[in-house]
């Protein structure tokens, strides 16, 4: 009886690490700004703690291949300017927005809320996926036809280039 609820213990620990890391996709047009939402509460702790954002999955105790992070007041780094807080960090909004996507910005993002503690981090995949900006067509203004090829206008004759 006991090895069973060692092995049930074991199975639902394995089951909540799985389903913490389970990523939400986010699907941006090349050009457009990308926003990764991350909150936390401050109810608990009364004041603002450590964030980073990483390009890559989250790591055990790290961010890896940061693009931007915090201590409990301040902006400590920031990889380029497309990466911001737009929201109120000191209030527990760290959604991180890139500013004009490219291709290169697809992939998992990670948000680390730095809880004290061992083990006790917030911990979101996010998955950016970027797509091609959508180009529209040109419609012509109405009453003027496009030609399919140039036209010469000329001033003598019928156009048919004898004189």
């Given at each position: 009886?006991?090895?069973?609820?060692?092995?049930n213990?074991?199975?639902?620990?394995?089951?909540?690490?799985l389903?913490r890391?389970?990523?939400?996709a986010?699907?941006?047009e090349?050009?457009?700004n990308?926003?990764?939402?991350?909150?936390?509460s401050?109810?608990?702790?009364?004041?603002?703690v450590?964030?980073?954002?990483?390009k890559?999955?989250?790591?055990?105790?790290q961010c890896d291949?940061?693009?931007?992070?915090?201590?409990e007041?301040?902006?400590?780094y920031?990889k380029?300017?497309?990466?911001q807080?737009?929201?109120?960090?000191l209030?527990?909004?760290v959604?991180?927005?890139?500013e004009?996507?490219?291709?290169?910005d697809?992939g998992?993002y990670?948000?680390?809320?730095?809880?004290?503690g061992?083990?006790?981090?917030k911990?979101?995949n996010?998955e950016l996926?970027?797509?091609?900006?959508?180009i529209?067509?040109?419609?012509?203004a109405?009453?003027y036809?496009?030609?399919?090829s140039?036209?010469?206008?000329?001033?003598?004759?019928?156009g048919?280039?004898?004189t």
């Open positions: 009886m006991f090895s069973h609820l060692i092995f213990g074991v199975l639902l620990l394995l089951l909540l690490l389903a890391s389970l990523e939400d986010f699907i941006v090349v050009g457009k990308a926003y990764l939402p991350c909150h936390y401050l109810a608990a702790y009364g004041t603002p450590p964030v980073c954002w990483g890559g999955p989250c790591l055990w105790s291949n940061w693009v931007f992070s915090t201590d007041r301040n902006v400590t920031q380029s300017r497309r990466y807080l737009k929201g109120n960090f209030k527990g909004d959604s991180l927005t890139i004009n996507v490219t291709l290169a697809h998992t990670c948000c680390r809320v730095e809880f004290p061992l083990g006790n981090d911990k979101v996010l996926d970027i797509r091609p900006a959508k529209a067509p040109v419609v012509p109405r009453g036809p496009t030609p399919m140039p036209r010469t206008l000329t001033t003598k004759g019928d048919s280039g004898e």
